[in-house]
């Protein structure tokens, strides 16, 4: 993805609606001691279909705009989203998933690194911190959560973002399923 002024505006809508949504609906939910999180599914998303650097500006984006929003400690989740992005997406850049079961594996990895590495980043910003167990339960909740709707929220982004793309995630695993040519491999092209 480029970035111009209409993707701008359109990541910009994305993160501050996952934000606001997060803060004000999926934060207060709580299933078996965790909670669905937008934000990292959200990092997730443009990452895979947008690539690694468009990943990171979302991750920093809403990590700071999570940061103002809930008084926590200003720039700790700007430096784990943005490394989180940017990791996703440049695993989907060299990998390039064609699988459409693609976002369940990523969403849960990305979950599960931004929790571990929140985790650690607020550890070593407090003074006197105290570390449960209990924080690695609610990273596995939360993950397995994040897991299961991971579909529904990528192809959520995927349809806002689809008309600032540059290449359809959708148009390429379609022209990677064309037919091939059939016939020895070194004679292919030479049909007289």
Request: proline share 5%; aromatic share 6%.
């Amino acid at each position: 993805m480029t970035l111009s002024g209409s993707s701008a505006l359109r990541l910009g809508l994305l993160v501050f609606a996952a934000v606001i949504l997060q803060i004000s609906g999926f934060g207060q939910l709580r299933l078996l001691g965790g909670n669905a999180d937008l934000v990292p599914l959200l990092v997730a998303a443009v990452a895979l279909y947008a690539g690694a650097i468009s990943g990171a500006l979302a991750g920093f984006s809403a990590g700071l705009l999570l940061d103002l929003a809930i008084g926590s400690d200003l720039g700790a989740s700007s430096l784990v989203l943005t490394a989180v992005g940017y990791g996703a997406g440049r695993w989907c850049e060299v990998r390039r998933p064609s699988n459409s079961l693609a976002p369940i594996p990523a969403a849960a990895a990305v979950t599960a690194a931004w929790g571990i590495a929140f985790a650690a980043v607020s550890i070593m910003l407090e003074i006197d911190a105290e570390v449960s167990p209990l924080v690695l339960r609610d990273i596995l909740v939360t993950t397995l959560l994040n897991a299961l709707i991971a579909l529904p929220a990528f192809s959520i982004v995927r349809r806002f973002l689809r008309p600032v793309l540059v290449v359809d995630p959708i148009e390429v695993r379609r022209r990677r399923r064309a037919p091939r040519e059939r016939g020895p491999i070194g004679l292919r092209g030479l049909e007289v």
